[in-house]
């Protein structure tokens, strides 16, 4: 459907396999809005003070951003409702100083500090199962 939409309206859309990681954050840098159901909605929009409108329940139960509006059943409109909101000035105005819930980029040196202090040994790597009686 994407690539007949671009087909058809090619002033109104493009459409890449891939852009690299470098393109892809600029994009998102330069970006109105995102709409679909990826984590980068999740994950790399909130550092960017995008605005996403996150369709369906694919992303249930992840952490996200205030900058995310859900439209868990999608109809046009909810999704026209949603867009709307997410390119209104109040709603962008909101995102301008969000955090990102993830935060700043740093998770692997945090990791690597704890691997270097926790101790390695049988309670930590040998599995445990539990039955549940009801």
């Known amino acids: 459907m994407i690539k007949d939409f671009v087909r058809r309206y ?13 393109r892809y954050l600029s994009l998102l840098k330069y970006a109105a809005l995102m709409v679909g ?11 960017f003070g995008l605005p996403v409108v996150n369709l369906g329940d ?14 868990p059943r999608l109809n046009k409109k909810s999704l026209e409702q949603a867009i709307d909101k997410a390119l209104s000035t109040s709603f962008r105005n909101s995102l301008k100083r969000m955090r990102n819930p993830y935060g700043k980029g740093n998770a692997s040196g945090k990791i690597v500090d704890k691997l270097k202090v926790i101790r390695l040994g049988e309670p930590l790597i040998k599995k445990r199962f539990f039955e549940i009686i009801r």
């Open 10 to 22: 090619p002033a109104r859309g493009v459409l890449f396999d891939s852009l690299g990681r470098m």
């Open 37 to 47: 159901n990826s984590s980068s909605g999740l994950i790399e929009a909130p550092s």
């Open 58 to 71: 694919r992303q249930r139960g992840r952490l996200r951003g205030r900058n995310v509006i859900d439209v």
